[in-house]
């Protein structure tokens, strides 16, 4: 093996920790990448701390617009949320993350990936998996998982070598963001019965004091304007997002069952990914065959499963995307997004320049164009196996009639 590594770093204790102990301990040249994903943050200062931690080549990469389009997109047209709740948050992130770590790695000349995941997460499978998956020639190196040190002696571990960290003895919760949602672990959180403390919380803090309607335009199956005027995508995420988080909508408190089978204690605030499902997934109410809408219900769930197990690059993952894809051909058109203080959020009405809703067939008024003489033998025929069963079930039974 090369002796270079390819770090994805953040700029946190653990990740600027495993640069130093990297070099000191197994001898490696370490090349730190940071991934600018919306987390936000100061990136200048990211690459600076991983060069005086030790790092040979400090990279920063902007991939917000990468993240949107290549794996959020997708995720919208799947209606993907994980165990029916969490819309996968950092799942998509680390899929992008793995892209730049295999290019650096071969720009570089390294033989191997390093990530700063412990072993009980699911991002470790997420970096592991989709790291084989691009280059399955490249080794792996998980410094937190061999190092097994408290917190407290990575403290101490970064102290005495005098690396630039921002101590915080009392940072209480593990928290990763992007332009997606935000994750919030640990602390009072790890009690599944204690209510999440206010202060967790930031994307989703009510301020809004009157209620206000928001129209998201699709085009495609993809966001493409807010009330009428054109947003490009990562701009359209984060208006979104501040507009549902006003009124405090979008937060997700579960217990979760992770890949590598713990059940975890999970906040979530995601307010633009839940306002934008919910759009996307009315939107199809109206646009989508019958047929094709239940069949499509039934892999969102399957492709949100691959999705959370760091399946992304898998077969699988890639052609329910491509069934995916082929149905929003029709998915065009507007939503109207009613949101109120307090968390609120409704659907309040939608439109589509190709509908299927038809209001000569739908109405109840008499001036419809349905052929009513239709539904007589339809719902006869319909009915006809089970009117069979019945009969020569010797039926009506008694116990299946109401008693009095
Ligand atoms: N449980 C979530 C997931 O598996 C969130 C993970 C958050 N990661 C973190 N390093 N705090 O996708």
Redesign the pocket.
């Given at each position: 093996m090369t002796r270079r590594v390819v770090l994805a770093y953040s700029g946190g204790l653990d990740t600027s920790v495993a640069v130093h102990w990297m070099g000191a301990e197994l001898g490696l040249e370490v090349i730190a990448v940071a991934v600018d994903v919306g987390q936000g943050g100061d990136f200048d200062r990211t690459r600076r701390r991983a060069l005086a931690a030790g790092a040979v080549e400090a990279v920063v990469i902007d991939a917000k617009q990468e993240l949107a389009e290549d794996f959020v997109v997708p995720t919208l047209a799947a209606n993907a949320l994980y165990e029916g709740r969490y819309p996968?948050?950092?799942?998509l992130s680390r899929p992008v993350i793995v892209r730049h770590l295999v290019a650096e790695a071969r720009k570089h000349g390294a033989g191997a990936v390093a990530h700063g995941c412990t072993g009980k997460?699911?991002?470790q499978v997420r970096f592991e998996v989709g790291t084989r998956a691009l280059a399955p020639d490249l080794d792996i190196v998980a410094p937190v998982r061999l190092w097994r040190i408290t917190r407290e002696e990575t403290i101490g571990y970064a102290e005495r070598h005098a690396l630039p960290i921002t101590i915080s003895r009392d940072r209480i919760y593990?928290?990763?963001e992007n332009l997606w949602g935000r994750?919030i672990?640990c602390g009072v959180l790890e009690d599944p019965w204690a209510a999440p403390p206010e202060d967790v919380f930031s994307l989703t803090r009510a301020t809004a004091t009157a209620p206000f309607e928001l129209v998201i335009g699709f085009e495609q199956g993809v966001p493409v304007s807010l009330d009428g005027a054109p947003v490009g995508l990562v701009e359209l995420i984060a208006k979104v997002g501040e507009a549902a988080g006003s009124v405090g909508y979008g937060r997700i408190d579960m217990v979760?069952g992770?890949r590598v089978g713990i059940k975890?204690r999970?906040v979530y605030e995601s307010p633009a990914a839940l306002a934008l499902v919910a759009a996307h997934r009315d939107l199809e109410g109206l646009t989508l065959e019958r047929e094709l809408a239940h069949e499509k219900m039934r892999l969102e769930h399957r492709f949100a499963e691959l999705a959370?197990d760091g399946m992304w690059f898998s077969p699988l993952r890639e052609a329910l995307s491509q069934f995916m894809a082929s149905t929003q051909r029709h998915v065009t058109g507007e939503v109207r997004v009613a949101l109120s203080p307090g968390g609120g959020l409704e659907i309040v009405g939608r439109r589509s320049p190709r509908p299927l809703y038809d209001y000569g067939l739908a109405t109840y008024d008499s001036a419809d164009s349905f052929r009513h003489s239709d539904a007589e033998g339809f719902v006869r025929l319909f009915g006809l196996g089970v009117q069979t069963w019945a009969a020569k079930q010797g039926i009506g039974r008694s116990e299946d009639l109401p008693e009095r």
């Amino acid at each position: 093996m090369t002796r270079r590594v390819v770090l994805a770093y953040s700029g946190g204790l653990d990740t600027s920790v495993a640069v130093h102990w990297m070099g000191a301990e197994l001898g490696l040249e370490v090349i730190a990448v940071a991934v600018d994903v919306g987390q936000g943050g100061d990136f200048d200062r990211t690459r600076r701390r991983a060069l005086a931690a030790g790092a040979v080549e400090a990279v920063v990469i902007d991939a917000k617009q990468e993240l949107a389009e290549d794996f959020v997109v997708p995720t919208l047209a799947a209606n993907a949320l994980y165990e029916g709740r969490y819309p996968l948050v950092s799942a998509l992130s680390r899929p992008v993350i793995v892209r730049h770590l295999v290019a650096e790695a071969r720009k570089h000349g390294a033989g191997a990936v390093a990530h700063g995941c412990t072993g009980k997460g699911n991002d470790q499978v997420r970096f592991e998996v989709g790291t084989r998956a691009l280059a399955p020639d490249l080794d792996i190196v998980a410094p937190v998982r061999l190092w097994r040190i408290t917190r407290e002696e990575t403290i101490g571990y970064a102290e005495r070598h005098a690396l630039p960290i921002t101590i915080s003895r009392d940072r209480i919760y593990s928290i990763d963001e992007n332009l997606w949602g935000r994750a919030i672990e640990c602390g009072v959180l790890e009690d599944p019965w204690a209510a999440p403390p206010e202060d967790v919380f930031s994307l989703t803090r009510a301020t809004a004091t009157a209620p206000f309607e928001l129209v998201i335009g699709f085009e495609q199956g993809v966001p493409v304007s807010l009330d009428g005027a054109p947003v490009g995508l990562v701009e359209l995420i984060a208006k979104v997002g501040e507009a549902a988080g006003s009124v405090g909508y979008g937060r997700i408190d579960m217990v979760e069952g992770r890949r590598v089978g713990i059940k975890s204690r999970e906040v979530y605030e995601s307010p633009a990914a839940l306002a934008l499902v919910a759009a996307h997934r009315d939107l199809e109410g109206l646009t989508l065959e019958r047929e094709l809408a239940h069949e499509k219900m039934r892999l969102e769930h399957r492709f949100a499963e691959l999705a959370y197990d760091g399946m992304w690059f898998s077969p699988l993952r890639e052609a329910l995307s491509q069934f995916m894809a082929s149905t929003q051909r029709h998915v065009t058109g507007e939503v109207r997004v009613a949101l109120s203080p307090g968390g609120g959020l409704e659907i309040v009405g939608r439109r589509s320049p190709r509908p299927l809703y038809d209001y000569g067939l739908a109405t109840y008024d008499s001036a419809d164009s349905f052929r009513h003489s239709d539904a007589e033998g339809f719902v006869r025929l319909f009915g006809l196996g089970v009117q069979t069963w019945a009969a020569k079930q010797g039926i009506g039974r008694s116990e299946d009639l109401p008693e009095r």
